[in-house]
């Protein structure tokens, strides 16, 4: 069974840094993509970034978020990270972890993903 944790939200206040992790279970990294989504109060889900664990080198980042936000991954670990810098208060939400099967397209499209973590709040304050 197919299972994604996510760990290291919390508060911060703005200029901060956070590290999510997202540790799966129930398959070995292959050719999928890993992606980290969120979501703040009456918006859509929307795409962070995503990484091809066939291909780290094929990553994507929201233009929100280029040059602050790193996905990045430990095969070792069978974790993927989302490193977060200089946080602003728009980036506060509920962040998921995401894996879409079979492809390294890797589009920021949370309708191709698969698999869920729960999600984990991240709370950036002014």
């Known amino acids: 069974q197919v299972q994604l944790a996510e760990s290291g939200g919390g508060s911060v206040q703005a200029g901060g840094s956070l590290r999510l992790s997202c540790v799966v279970s129930?398959?070995?990294?292959?050719?999928?993509?890993m992606g980290w989504f969120r979501q703040s109060p009456g918006k859509e889900r929307e795409g962070v970034a995503s990484?091809?664990?066939?291909?780290?080198?094929?990553?994507r980042v929201d233009a929100s978020v280029r040059g602050r936000f790193t996905i990045s991954l430990d095969i070792a670990k069978n974790t993927v990270y989302l490193q977060m810098d200089k946080l602003r208060p728009e980036d506060s939400g509920i962040y998921y972890c995401?894996?879409?099967?079979?492809?390294?397209?890797?589009?920021?499209?949370?309708?191709?993903?698969?698999?869920w973590g729960p999600g984990i709040q991240v709370t950036v304050s002014a």
């Open positions: 129930g398959f070995t990294f292959a050719r999928e993509c």
């Open positions: 995401a894996r879409e099967p079979g492809t390294s397209s890797c589009l920021l499209d949370p309708q191709w993903y698969e698999n």
């Open positions: 990484l091809a664990t066939s291909d780290q080198s094929n990553r």
